[in-house]
């Protein structure tokens, strides 16, 4: 038994000191390799990242000898949430072993906030918004950082009192509004008619919008040229 001891303690000292590792070793450098790529592909500073492992704990790395560890390529881009991450334990240049890491990516960013409530189309200044650093894991809809990014644009939908601004709340003002007054512009080749007429949607440039002429009192659909014009081709 002592003969045997013996020569385990001079097999594992004639390895190199850093391919000896223990569980928690191994378990801090697989951490770090895993956080130091996903911050990369995300493109977030260290403090807007938050990594969970489950179930990392229970696996046995402490017989592992490498020297090296590595994210695998994966066809599958990273994303918010819990994925499999697929990590390679190399010595000398050569793969070892392929090791499926289960790890829930959580982030937390600062994002703009609702001061206040605000109407359906209501235009938002800078004075209804807040900067509040919260957990933006489960948000799908892109959201804002810079207050003057929202100025000037209106609401699509109320926003209640400490609501995330995302980019589906908010819209840029139309330069037609619904019921405003239009100059429709009826093109047929060469030949253009000018005739008053009403919106009926809101509408920025280039947008195809509903519109009422005065005089006949039918409708159409007509493309917005500015503020005042919109074009009927016939």
Known sequence: MKQLKLLLIITLLALPF???????????????TIKKYILSQLQLSKDELLLE?????????????????????????VHKG?????????????????????????????????????????????ADLKLAR???????????SILKELSGLRTTRVIQAGDVITENLVE????????????????RGLLEITTPGIARQDGRIGDEIRVKCVESKK??????????TVLVNL
Not at 18 to 32: F, I
Not at 134 to 144: A, D, G, I, Q
């Open 172 to 187: 840029t003002l139309p330069v037609i509004a619904r019921g405003s007054g239009v100059e429709i512009h009826f093109k």
């Open 219 to 228: 409708s159409y659909m007509a493309k917005v040229i500015d503020a005042k």
């Open 82 to 126: 819990l994925q499999l991450i697929k990590c390679g334990f190399f010595r000398n240049g050569q793969h070892l072993k392929t090791l499926n890491v289960n790890t829930r990516i959580r982030t937390f960013e600062k994002v703009v906030v609702s001061k206040n409530r605000l109407g359906r189309f209501a235009v938002v200044s800078p």
């Open 134 to 144: 919260l957990e933006t894991t489960n948000f799908t809809k892109k959201t804002f």
């Open 18 to 32: 850093d391919a000896v590792q223990s569980q928690t070793q191994t378990t801090e450098q697989l951490r770090a």
């Open 53 to 77: 492992f489950p179930n990392l704990e229970k696996q046995s790395l402490k017989k592992i000898v490498f020297d090296k560890i590595k994210v695998l390529p994966s066809h599958k881009p």
